[in-house]
C-alpha cells in the first residue's frame, strides 16, 4: 500500500524487494530491486540485496558485479566490507570471504561487537557453526539490530537444524512453528 501511495520512494521500493527476496521470491526481488536502483543508482543496500539474490539464484557474475558496485558505492567502510564477505561467501568465493571474516574479526570488541552479526553469517556459511553461534552471542550482547533477521536470514540457514539456533530464537521471543519445534516451546 505504501508504495501505491509513494511509487517513487527508494525506501519503499527497497522494502518490496527485500519482502521477495526473504520470501524466497528472488525473480520478483531482482525486478524490484532493479527498479529501485533506477530510482536511485547511489542506493548501496539495493545493491548489496541484489547481490544476494544473484547469489541465491547461482548467478554468481551478476551477483559480483553487484557486490563490487556496492563495495565501491560505500566507499569501503568495515562494515561494508563485512557485507562484502558474505555476499562473497554466498556467491561462492570463499577465499575472499576467508580474508574478509579474518580481517573482521580482528574488530570484535566490546561493548558493541558491531561486526559480529556479520562474522555470524560468514562462520555460518563456511561450515564453522561453534564460531557462528559465538558471534551471534557477541551480536546480541552489542544488541545488533540485525538480530531482527536472524529467524529468516539465508546465510545462517546451516543453523537451522541446532538446537542452540531454536534456543536462542526462543530466547529471544521468535515464534517457532512446526512439530519439531513444539517440544522447545512447551519444555
Known amino acids: 500500500m505504501a508504495l501505491d501511495l509513494n511509487p517513487l520512494s527508494v525506501q519503499f521500493n527497497y522494502q518490496v524487494g527485500a519482502i521477495h527476496f526473504f520470501s524466497r521470491q528472488y525473480d520478483h526481488a531482482i525486478e524490484q530491486l532493479h527498479a529501485t536502483s533506477e530510482l536511485d543508482p547511489f542506493f548501496v543496500p539495493s545493491h548489496q ?102 529467524a529468516i536470514t539465508q546465510e545462517l540457514e546451516s543453523l537451522n537444524d541446532d538446537l542452540r539456533f531454536r534456543e536462542m530464537l526462543l530466547s529471544m521471543g521468535f515464534p517457532l512453528a512446526g512439530p519439531e519445534t513444539s517440544s522447545l516451546a512447551n519444555g
Open 49 to 150: 540485496l541484489l547481490a544476494a539474490t544473484y547469489a541465491q539464484k547461482g548467478m554468481r557474475r551478476e551477483a559480483i558485479l553487484e557486490i563490487e558496485m556496492g563495495l565501491k558505492l560505500a566507499n569501503n567502510g568495515l562494515r561494508s566490507e563485512a557485507v562484502f564477505g558474505v555476499l562473497s561467501a554466498m556467491a561462492g568465493e570463499l577465499v575472499e570471504a576467508r580474508r574478509i571474516l579474518d580481517k573482521s574479526t580482528q574488530e570484535l570488541k566490546p561493548p558493541a561487537f558491531s561486526l559480529a552479526y556479520h562474522c555470524a553469517g560468514l562462520h555460518a556459511l563456511l561450515g564453522e557453526k561453534d564460531e557462528a553461534f559465538a558471534c551471534l552471542d557477541m551480536a546480541r550482547k552489542g544488541r545488533s539490530v540485525q538480530l531482527a533477521y536472524v
